[in-house]
C-alpha cells in the first residue's frame, strides 16, 4: 500500500462550486411545489399558555394547516424530545423533563415554538401567524445561576438539571489543606450564539410510504433515529439527507422541533414542506453555548508543584434539556479538567441550573475549550500571585512520561508538551517581548501578553465505513459516514484514496449525508471526521489490492503486486491502474470486485495539543483590546493537508477571540434577548486580527495507523485562554485584579477607572 505523500497545497476541490455560486445549499434544492412553514414564537420567557385559537389564522387564503400540540399528538406524533440526562453524585439520574416540540400548557422561554403554520407562500404563512390568538398568563422569570427561584420545571427542584462530580473529595481536600500555596481563583464564561453564515433549514417530503427529510446538519443518522421515534416510523422508512452545509460548530449536530413538524407536515398534507430560518429566529431558537461559572482553587507545594486541583462548575442549561446538553459541562468538561498537567488529585463538581432562556448544547469544542481556559486562567492567576514566570510554572508541572493516564481515566498515548512550549517561545519571539511593551507605552498603550497550553480529547463515534464502488462511466465513488460543512472533507478524503491508490483525483467523487446510500456513519463533530473516516479509507484500500491482485493472476502471472499506482508482475510487461483492473473485472462478471467496504474502530481517541500565545494592545481612554499578535504551535500528529489544517485553526482562533473581546448574549430582567440581531450582537470582521503565526512540532499518535489527532475545535480550546490571560496581564499592570469576557471597551474603561479611583490616580485616564 502508498503510503501519504508529503505536505499539500490547499486546492479544495469542493471550492469551485462554493466561490461560483454552484453551491448546493438546502434552500437551492427544495422540491418546486413545496409550501412554505412559518413558526409562531413566544414573546415572553415565562407564562402559563391559557388558550390557543387559530380558526380566524386557518380560514385565511393559502393556508394549508396550522399545526400545534394537540394536533401533532391527535395524528400520532411523540411530542417530547429526548435529551441525554447525567447521573447525579447520588446515583440518580439528572432530571428529564418533557421538552415539547410545540409548547404545551406552559411557555418557557423567548422564541419557543407555539404552533407551525404551512402555507402556499411565506407572506400568507406570515400572515396567517399573526391572526393567531394567544391568551397567556405572566409568570416570573428564572434567569441566574443561583439554585431556587422561580420553578422551571417541576420535575427539577430547585432548577436543578443534574449534579455530577468526577474524583475523590476527602483526597483533594487533604491534599489541599496540606498545600505550602492554596489559590483560589473564579472563571466566567459568558454566553455566546454560534450564527453559522447559513441558518437551519429543512424540508419533508412523503410519498405515501416513506419520509424523506433534507436538513442542514453535521449528520444524518441522529436525525433518522430521532425522526422514525417520533413519527412511530420504522427506520427503514426514513431517508435524511444533509446537502451542502454553510457552518456547523456543534450547533447542527442535534435534533430540534422544527425537523419533526417539517416532517408531520409533510406527511399529513403529502405535499413537501419547507423551512427557513431567519436571522432573528435563529439567534432566539438554536441552542446557545457556554454561559457557566467555574470556582477553582490550586494546591502547590514548596516546590510550585501541583498538589491538587478543584473545579466547581454551575452552568446555565437553558429551559430544557437540549440532546446533549447535560453533558457537556460535565463529562466533556471533565474529558481534559487537568489540561496539559501531571495532577493525579482533582476533583470536578458541576451542576446544571434550568433557566428561561434558549437551550443549551455544544459549540466548538463542546465543554473542553470551558475545561482548558478554567485551568489555564487558574494558573495564570497563580503564577501572578505567587510571583512567578507563568512559562515556568506550566514547565514545571507538565505530564513528561507516556502513556500518561489522567485521573478522569482516559489514557494520553503520547506528546511532548515541553517541546512545544519551547517553539512557541522561540515563533512569538518572547524574549523581545519588554521592548514591544515599551513602544506601547509610549503610544500610550497598555500591552500584554497571554498564555494558554491546551490538550484535546477527540469525541464522537471511534467507528467509521469506507465504501468503495467502481462505476461502468469510469468514476470512482468514495461513501463516507462523516459530513463536511465547510472543512474540506472532499478535498482530504479524495486526495487520501487517491495516494493510496493511484486513481486519478479527478475519477472520484465523495458521497456523504445520505441515510440511504450510507448504512451507517458516526457524522462530524468532535474533531473525528478525518482520523476515524481516514483509518477506514485505509482500511478499505487494503481490502482492494489484494482482492484485485488475486483476480489479475491468471492473466498476469503469479506474484502480482501494486507499486506506484499500478499492478504489475514479475516477468510481466502489462501495468493495469485500479480503475483499468476494475474494467477487466467487469468484463469478466466479477462484480464483487467493483465495491468494496470496511468498517473500523479504533481502539482509542487521539489527544492534540499545543500553546498558543497572544498579546494584545488595550487603550485606556476607549477601553478598546486590539490583538496584535497571535502565535500558535500544535501537535496534531501526521497531518494530510496541513494548510487546511491551519485553515481550522485559523477559524477556531477567529471564534475564540469573538467570545473573548466583544460576542456576548445578553436578556433582560424579564428574559427577552437584547441581542437579538448583528446590529447588537458583535462578530469578528477580518479587520480585528491579525496574521495568525502557525507552527507545529508533531508526536504521531500511536491510536490509530495514520499517527493523526484531529485538529477541527483546537483553534478555540486553546484561544480563549490566551486571549484573556493577555487582557489580564496588560490590566493588572494598572491595578485592575479582576477580568471577565467578553472584554468589550466599556466593561474595560470601566475597570480601569475603577483601579486609578482606588489608588487615586488619573494618569492612564
Not at 422561554?109 to 402555507?119: K, N, Q, R, T
Not at 474540506?488 to 440511504?516: C, K, N, W, Y
Request: with cysteine; hydrophobic share 40%; proline share 4%.
Amino acid at each position: 500500500m502508498q503510503k501519504f505523500g508529503k505536505a499539500q497545497g490547499a486546492v479544495r476541490i469542493e471550492d469551485v462550486r462554493f466561490l461560483t455560486g454552484t453551491g448546493q445549499y438546502v434552500d437551492d434544492i427544495t422540491p418546486k411545489n413545496a409550501l412554505y412553514a412559518v413558526f409562531l414564537r413566544s414573546f415572553v420567557a415565562h407564562a402559563v399558555l391559557d388558550a390557543l385559537d387559530v380558526t380566524e389564522a386557518e380560514a385565511m387564503p393559502g393556508v394549508r394547516l396550522i399545526l400545534t400540540a394537540e394536533r401533532l399528538e391527535a395524528a400520532g406524533v411523540i411530542l417530547g424530545m429526548e435529551g441525554a440526562a447525567v447521573p447525579n453524585r447520588n446515583g440518580t439520574l439528572g432530571a428529564e423533563p418533557e421538552r415539547p416540540v410545540l409548547a404545551r400548557g406552559r411557555l418557557r422561554y423567548v422564541g419557543e415554538a407555539i404552533a407551525m403554520i404551512v402555507a402556499d407562500s411565506l407572506e400568507a404563512a406570515r400572515d396567517a401567524a399573526e391572526l393567531i390568538a394567544l391568551e397567556y398568563s405572566d409568570e416570573d422569570v428564572k434567569l441566574n445561576l443561583a439554585p431556587g427561584g422561580p420553578m422551571v420545571h417541576p420535575e427539577a427542584p430547585d432548577n436543578q438539571a443534574y449534579n455530577w462530580g468526577m474524583g475523590d473529595e476527602a483526597a483533594v481536600e487533604a491534599a489541599l489543606a496540606g498545600s505550602a500555596h492554596r489559590v483560589a481563583f473564579e472563571v466566567v464564561h459568558n454566553r455566546v450564539i454560534v450564527n453559522s453564515i447559513e441558518p437551519r433549514a429543512g424540508f419533508a417530503e412523503w410519498d405515501g410510504g416513506r419520509l424523506h427529510l433534507c436538513v442542514n446538519g453535521q449528520g444524518v443518522w441522529v436525525q433518522k433515529d430521532e425522526i422514525a421515534r417520533m413519527l412511530r416510523l420504522d427506520p427503514s422508512d426514513v431517508r435524511v439527507t444533509n446537502p451542502d452545509v454553510g457552518g456547523g460548530f456543534g450547533m447542527k449536530g442535534m435534533t430540534y422541533p422544527e425537523y419533526t413538524c417539517l416532517a408531520a407536515a409533510a406527511r399529513m398534507l403529502d405535499r413537501p414542506v419547507r423551512w427557513l430560518s431567519e436571522r432573528t429566529e435563529a439567534m432566539l431558537s438554536d441552542n446557545g453555548a457556554r454561559d457557566l461559572v467555574v470556582q477553582t482553587e490550586l494546591g502547590f507545594d514548596a516546590e510550585h508543584r501541583i498538589t491538587a486541583y478543584r473545579a466547581d462548575v454551575t452552568s446555565n442549561m437553558g429551559a430544557y434539556n437540549s440532546q446533549f446538553g447535560q453533558k457537556i459541562q460535565s463529562e466533556l468538561f471533565s474529558k481534559v479538567l487537568t489540561g496539559c498537567y501531571d495532577i493525579q488529585t482533582a476533583l470536578l463538581t458541576a451542576r446544571g441550573i434550568y433557566t428561561h432562556t434558549t437551550p443549551m448544547d455544544a459549540y466548538r469544542g463542546a465543554g473542553r475549550p470551558e475545561a482548558i481556559m478554567t485551568i489555564e486562567r487558574a494558573m495564570d492567576n497563580a503564577a501572578r500571585v505567587l510571583r512567578l514566570d507563568p512559562f515556568a510554572l506550566r514547565e514545571r508541572n507538565f505530564i513528561r512520561k507516556f502513556p500518561y493516564e489522567m485521573v478522569n481515566g482516559l489514557t494520553i498515548d503520547v506528546g511532548d508538551f515541553g517541546r512545544v512550549l519551547n517553539r512557541l517561545r522561540d515563533e512569538a519571539d518572547v524574549f523581545c517581548y519588554a521592548a514591544r511593551a515599551e513602544a506601547s507605552a509610549r503610544a500610550g498603550l497598555l500591552r500584554g501578553m497571554g498564555l494558554a497550553t491546551y490538550i484535546e480529547s477527540i469525541l464522537g463515534s471511534k467507528e467509521e465505513t469506507g465504501h468503495v464502488v467502481y462505476g461502468p462511466d469510469g468514476l470512482v465513488t468514495l461513501f463516507v459516514g462523516t459530513q463536511s460543512n465547510g472543512q474540506g472533507h472532499e478535498t482530504v478524503f479524495t486526495r487520501m484514496l487517491a495516494e493510496q491508490t493511484g486513481i486519478d483525483p479527478s475519477l472520484i467523487r465523495i458521497v456523504q449525508g445520505d441515510s440511504d446510500r450510507i448504512a451507517k456513519g458516526g457524522g462530524t463533530g468532535g474533531s473525528r471526521s478525518v482520523t476515524v473516516q481516514g483509518t477506514a479509507i485505509r482500511a478499505v484500500v487494503g481490502a482492494m489490492i489484494p482482492a484485485f491482485a488475486e483476480f489479475l493472476e491468471a492473466e498476469m502471472g503469479a506474484g502480482v503486486a501494486f507499486d506506484d499506482g499500478r499492478f504489475g508482475a514479475p516477468g510481466s510487461n502489462l501495468r493495469l491502474t485500479m480503475v483499468e483492473a476494475a474494467e477487466r473485472a467487469r468484463a469478466a462478471g466479477r462484480e464483487d470486485l467493483l465495491s468494496h467496504s470496511q468498517t473500523i474502530t479504533l481502539q482509542a481517541g487521539s489527544f492534540p495539543n499545543g500553546a498558543h500565545l497572544a498579546e494584545v494592545e488595550v487603550d485606556p481612554e476607549t477601553g478598546h483590546v486590539r490583538l496584535d499578535r497571535y502565535v500558535v504551535v500544535d501537535d496534531f500528529g501526521n497531518m494530510i493537508n496541513p494548510a487546511l489544517v491551519e485553515g481550522q485553526v485559523h477559524g477556531g482562533v477567529a471564534q475564540g477571540f469573538g467570545q473573548a473581546v466583544m460576542e456576548n448574549a445578553v436578556f433582560d430582567d424579564y428574559g427577552q434577548l437584547l441581542t437579538a440581531s448583528f446590529m447588537d450582537y458583535a462578530m469578528p470582521r477580518a479587520q480585528d486580527l491579525p496574521m495568525i503565526q502557525f507552527a507545529t512540532e508533531p508526536v504521531p499518535s500511536t491510536t490509530n495507523p495514520l499517527g493523526m489527532k484531529g485538529c477541527g475545535e483546537a483553534g478555540t480550546v486553546g484561544s480563549l485562554g490566551a486571549i484573556a490571560n493577555a487582557v489580564a496581564d496588560a490590566l493588572a499592570q494598572h491595578g485592575v485584579t479582576r477580568v471577565d469576557m467578553p472584554f468589550t471597551p466599556m466593561r474595560v474603561w470601566s475597570w480601569l477607572r475603577h483601579a486609578a479611583a482606588n489608588r487615586g490616580a488619573s494618569d492612564i485616564l
